[in-house]
């Protein structure tokens, strides 16, 4: 099945580009990025902050199916009500340096919308190891569950 | 093209506009990167797909977009529920 997210990743780029159509009004879209309960919702995050401004942060914190909470945080350089969203992530306590996120939200019609998410890293291998994280924690836990099935054999 | 059938360079070059040596030089590099395989059959080389390499390269990015999808989903089902509370 074809996803309605595009990610659109460039050979010896350090940037990739996220667009995703959604059947909101671009406000609701927009809220979805700036209510805090609405983000821990969607998420799947606890938020500590988010103080949606100019020069403003957030600092949100996950807990893994292990009990591992992973913090991530980040500062507002630009904010536009339901037009853009400027700001750096961070992955707390890993080896992958500040991203920076150029958020554009779009009108399409009155009830739907559109959200460009363009992302910058420090380098192309930063990129790249980003975009691999997901594959390889998959492999990772199929390594893990081939595990469990071979120590229950033993 | 190539996925239904091994071809030798000349017709692969046949159905581009391209110049031969720029379709060879393409050749070249999907060779070395494994895309392609290469089979000697007398004096012609024969090109094939390399299926299980095209599909690693397509899969590679394929856990980052589900990740991305699956979130996007449910922002998009909060916010329809938060819509519907007001």
């Known amino acids: 099945m074809e996803l309605k997210t595009k990610i659109l990743a ?57 009990g591992n909470q992973h913090g991530f945080n980040g500062t507002i350089h630009e904010f536009v009500p339901n037009q853009k969203i400027t700001r750096t992530f961070e992955m707390e306590n890993t080896p992958f340096p500040v991203q920076l996120e150029y958020l554009a939200f779009e009108k399409i019609t009155d009830n739907t919308s559109k959200l460009t998410m363009h992302i910058i890293y420090k380098s192309i291998t930063d990129r790249d190891n980003m975009l691999k994280l997901p594959f390889a924690q998959g492999i990772n836990m199929a390594h893990n569950r081939l595990q469990d099935i071979f120590n229950k054999l033993k | 093209m190539v996925a239904s059938q091994s071809m030798t360079a000349g017709a692969i070059a046949s159905n581009f506009d391209t110049a031969r040596p720029t379709v060879s030089k393409h050749l070249q590099i999907l060779t070395e990167c494994k895309l392609l395989q290469q089979e000697q059959n007398g004096r012609e080389i024969y090109y094939h797909i390399n299926a299980k390499k095209m599909k690693e390269v397509a899969d590679f990015i394929e856990p980052f977009s589900k990740i991305w999808d699956d979130r996007f989903n449910k922002l998009e089902s909060v916010m329809k529920t938060y819509k519907s509370k007001k």
């Not at chain 1, 580009?17 to 809220?31: A, G, Q, S, Y």
């Open chain 1, 10 to 66: 460039e050979d010896n780029k350090q940037e990739i580009v996220i667009t995703r159509e959604f059947d909101l009004p671009v406000e609701l879209l927009f809220t979805a990025y700036i209510e805090p309960e609405i983000v821990e919702q969607w998420m799947g995050t606890k938020v500590l902050k988010l103080d949606c401004k100019k020069h403003g942060s957030y600092q949100f914190v996950t807990t893994d199916p292990k």
